[in-house]
Nanobody, 126 residues
């Protein structure tokens, strides 16, 4: 199977930046979709951003458009989430996820994602 491990979480100030990494191991496929989700205690897990590994197409939640960027490094088997202009409401546990897809990209639907990392905490002060 595929294993995903997030890193780069921590404490940031409002208006600051953090860069999250998701390292993949095991068998991966060029047809995989990669996504980032986040969750705050008492709330449902929500979609943040996604990309297609092969083509690099991206999608973002409206709440992070213009502030967050998702990218991947194929040589390192790693996907990144660059978070700029952070707000306190960005606080939460961030999860990396992946699934193999065919012709339809269900980028925002967490039910489609087969593999999940353990998550990394992001806390934005102020």
């Amino acid at each position: 199977q595929v294993q995903l491990v997030e890193s780069g979480g921590g404490l940031a100030q409002a208006g600051g930046s953090l860069r999250l990494s998701c390292a993949a191991s095991g068998r991966t496929f060029s047809s995989f979709a990669m996504g980032w989700f986040r969750q705050t205690p008492g709330k449902e897990r929500e979609f943040v951003a996604a990309l297609t590994w092969r083509g690099g197409s991206t999608r973002f939640a409206d709440s992070v458009k213009g502030r967050f960027t998702i990218s991947r490094d194929k040589d390192k088997n790693t996907v990144y989430l660059q978070m700029n202009s952070l707000k306190p409401e960005d606080t939460g546990v961030y999860f990396c996820a992946a699934y193999p897809f065919g012709t339809t990209w269900y980028a925002e639907d967490e039910r489609e994602y087969e593999y999940w990392g353990p998550g990394t905490q992001v806390t934005v002060s102020s």
